[in-house]
């Protein structure tokens, strides 16, 4: 009797850690835009995840090709047409990113802009990597801001595009990966899967739940260690924007690839943001933004791009938290000085 009581108690055990269940998580590695995505499917049957999988790979090399900023590709090719100053009809596979990126643009008083391609270039972001003896020089920097790049100087007729600014140059690294989740997941609802998790490097978007229990994920602090863990389950994305990327150094001063569209510089006073947003298109722009925004800012652009979760950590150990974010993050770090900030909510 005791001995059954045992098997039952270890049948239970296995079966919600999800070991033995019919369906087990299929977890594959993806590469694309210069990182590694995991994706994991839960409680799939294992033929019909594998075969999502090699949809996903399909999808992601191809969103790679269409959105590389400096390698030639659709692109490429829309670049080259804005900077011909005519009109012309924007590539399908460029048009979609474009189009929703523009308002996240206003929302974010163009602290996000993705015209800003040319910057991103001047400080090595792009395909020639940054470094000390090819720092931009400061007639570069001062010529794009009098030009002042924005989506807004685009012109719009029918399907018809054209660009007045001969100083704009796209470059969708605030918000491809983001909007790539957003389809990735588009992909795997139309397969039929309801428990997925789409995660490139901690940017991520999870469905429904990992048998039976939340997805938990960690949120890194810019030092490498862990910042905080969360939960979560529905529906949500989470994005993180950091200094600690893709970076260098000059004589000591770090520079990184956040540019600041006001002072044409590497941003300054904060260190990382993390957002937690239902689509992850808006997650990824608005931890672009609100970095840019920084400690002094961010409610405001918070509030205006609907982002009621942040966490935001500046320069002088200062972790700035929403009260919702307060709730749901479990701190792993008590390095940092909490300060709970009440965002208005939208109207
Ligand atoms: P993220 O890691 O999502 O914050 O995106 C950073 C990337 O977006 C950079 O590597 C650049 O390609 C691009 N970028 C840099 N500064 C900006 C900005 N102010 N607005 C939009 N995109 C930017
Ligand atoms: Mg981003």
């Known amino acids: 009797m005791k001995r059954l009581g045992l098997i039952s108690l270890l049948l239970i055990l296995l079966l919600t850690s999800g070991c033995l269940g019919k369906n ?3 977890s594959e590695r993806i590469l694309a835009f210069g990182t590694l995505i995991d994706v994991t499917i839960v409680e799939t049957p294992r033929g019909e995840a594998t075969k999502a999988m090699e949809q996903l790979q399909q999808l992601f090399a191809r969103l790679h090709r269409d959105w590389h900023a400096w390698e030639e590709g659709p692109l490429q090719q829309t670049n080259q047409q804005l900077q011909a100053g005519t009109w012309f009809t924007p590539s399908p596979q460029v048009l ?5 990126s523009i308002p996240l643009t206003e929302a974010s008083e163009h602290l996000f802009n993705p015209a800003l391609g040319r910057l991103v270039d001047l400080w090595g972001f792009q395909g020639r990597p940054g470094n000390c003896t090819q720092l931009p020089q400061p007639a570069q920097i001062q010529a794009l801001l009098q030009q002042n ?3 807004s100087d685009l012109q ?6 054209r660009s007045n600014n001969s100083a704009l140059r796209l470059d969708f690294g605030a918000v491809g990966k983001g909007y790539g989740i957003d389809l990735a997941i588009d992909l795997l609802r139309q397969l039929g899967i309801r428990n997925a998790m789409v ?3 901690g940017d991520l ?4 739940h990992r048998s039976g229990r939340p997805w938990r994920i960690g949120i890194k602090h810019p030092n490498g260690n862990v910042l905080g863990a969360l939960e979560i389950s529905g529906d949500e994305s989470v994005f993180t924007s950091g200094n600690y990327e893709r970076r260098y150094y000059c004589d000591g001063k770090l520079y990184h690839h956040i540019i600041d569209p006001r002072s044409g510089h590497p941003s300054v006073g904060t260190d990382s943001v993390t957002v937690i947003h239902s689509d992850a298109a808006t997650a990824d722009a608005a931890a672009t933004a609100l970095f840019i925004a920084g400690p002094d800012h961010w409610p405001g652009i918070a509030q205006s791009m609907g982002i009621g979760q942040v966490a935001l950590l500046d320069n002088q150990g200062n972790l700035y938290l929403t009260p919702e974010m307060e709730k749901r993050l479990k701190l792993l770090n008590d390095r940092v ?3 709970v900030v009440d965002i208005a909510p939208a109207e």
């Open 24 to 26: 087990p998580a299929t």
């Open 149 to 151: 790049p924005r989506l």
């Open 156 to 161: 719009w007729q029918g399907d018809q595009l």
């Open 199 to 201: 995660n490139a490097g």
């Open 205 to 208: 978007r999870a469905i429904g």
């Open 337 to 339: 000085r909490i300060r």
């Open 96 to 100: 979609p990113l474009l189009k929703l």
